[in-house]
């Protein structure tokens, strides 16, 4: 006759019990099982065609010439240093705001160009341009 003392009985499994896991993994196999079939079966929708291009606007462009005494000329028709400011204003409040292409003589003093683009800035225009002549 053996005695165990009552230390054997209060060791600690060191194993993990398979058999809830593999209850489980069963169970997610049969639920995949049957609804991957039903996930195939769809409603036939016809759908309306659409053009889902965006509609891009372009901008309009203003023309600002300062010739050689330092006049500025606005799409062609003469402007004075004064009168720009507020029609400048008025024209980057527009929807989309243009840009603005400065063409300035050769022998303009920077200082007049200098002068249309602060106050082309200053109204709010934000794409400002020069526009030279290529090399021949």
């Keep these: 006759m053996s005695f165990s003392s009552s230390n054997d009985s209060d060791e600690v499994m060191g194993e993990i019990n398979m058999t809830p896991l593999v209850d489980v993994m069963l169970v997610l196999l049969i ?4 609804t991957v079939p039903v996930m195939n079966h769809s409603i036939q ?4 065609q659409a053009s889902s291009q965006r509609e891009e606007i372009k901008p309009e462009t203003l023309r600002l010439a300062v010739d050689a005494a330092g006049e500025y000329n606005l799409n062609g028709s003469p402007i004075t240093a004064a009168e720009l400011p507020s029609v400048l204003q008025a024209e980057a409040k527009r929807d989309p705001v243009p840009d603005l292409h400065i063409s300035g003589d050769k022998a303009v003093r920077y200082e007049h160009v200098a002068k249309a683009m602060a106050i082309a800035q200053q109204a709010g225009l934000k794409k400002i341009g020069f526009v030279t002549e290529p090399v021949k």
Excluded: Q
């Excluded at 929708?45 to 309306?48: E, Y």
């Design 45 to 48: 929708v016809s759908l309306p």
């Design 31 to 34: 639920v995949f099982i049957i």
